[in-house]
């Protein structure tokens, strides 16, 4: 039995989130320098965006550069700028067969205008497709996000926008730049890395989190496959005992 067969589409996760490790060490394993590994990524990000979408996950969200990856060599950092620029444009056709919209979480505005740009048309381009949205967060970390919110929210509750005593849970994951979309349920990182690197720390406080050894240009549907599996074997208690679970 394949491994896709085995997977219950009535109980897919919403939203997957997916770290996407182990370029670099992909291109070593190689004998390449980092920035192959960083261009035989895409061809996973194709695969798993394709995947995703044809067992009718609703959001996909790919964590492709943090804030914290400006502190590599210029030489990588520019390379992955202009790789997100060469993609977002080559991709767009296949994104539209593919029915999928195309999103950015992050700090957009402070990109290099190129990559701004690419990704404006490209989510422009997208915008009318309502089958999966695929997000790339970009120049994007968790607690930049977080701050941000807060200072929104500070600013609003002193112009009286806000009430002090509104603020909950909810009213705060609007200001988030998830906003529109539900927590993912399932994350993923691949590479062997059992950690989180600031990747939407608010929104995974209940997700279930898988890790696979596989490097990420190695990742294919297969893997995808296998994380939805262990994801759906897995019993989802948010805070009930079993029992309680097993009588609701
Ligand atoms: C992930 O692969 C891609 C980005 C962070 C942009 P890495 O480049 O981190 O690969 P490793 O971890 O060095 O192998
Ligand atoms: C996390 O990967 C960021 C992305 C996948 C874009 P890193 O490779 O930068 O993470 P650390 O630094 O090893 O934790
Ligand atoms: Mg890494």
Redesign the pocket.
């Known amino acids: 039995m394949s491994l896709k067969s085995q997977i219950n589409i009535d109980k897919l996760p919403q939203h997957i989130a997916v770290?996407?490790?182990g370029n670099g060490r992909w291109a070593k394993r190689h004998n390449k320098a980092r920035v192959f590994g960083h261009q035989n990524g895409v061809q996973a990000v194709r695969e798993i965006s394709e995947g995703a979408a044809e067992l009718g996950v609703k959001y996909l969200t790919l964590?492709?550069?943090?804030k914290?990856?400006w502190n590599r060599p210029a030489f990588e950092v520019n390379t992955l700028m202009k790789l997100f620029v060469k993609t977002v444009d080559k991709e767009m056709a296949t994104l539209n067969k593919n029915n999928i919209r195309l999103n950015a979480l992050g700090d957009l505005e402070t990109l290099p205008k190129e990559t701004y740009k690419a990704l404006m048309k490209g989510m422009k381009s997208t915008e009318s497709n309502d089958g999966m949205t695929l997000s790339l967060a970009l120049n994007y970390s968790s607690r930049w996000e977080i701050i941000d919110a807060v200072k929104r929210i500070a600013g609003e509750v002193k112009e009286g926008q806000v009430d002090l005593n509104g603020i909950n849970e909810n009213l705060f994951s609007n200001y988030l730049t998830t906003s529109d979309m539900p927590d993912p349920e399932l994350l993923i990182r691949t590479s062997g890395?059992n950690?989180i690197?600031n990747f939407l720390l608010w929104q995974i406080s209940y997700s279930e989190l898988y890790f696979s050894d596989v490097l990420w240009p190695d990742f294919s549907k297969e893997e995808l496959y296998k994380a939805l599996l262990s994801y759906q074997n897995r019993e989802r208690r948010f805070g009930l005992t079993g029992e309680q679970l097993i009588n609701s």
Do not use: L, V
């Open positions: 770290i996407m490790d964590y492709a550069f943090s914290e990856n890395e950690r690197s």
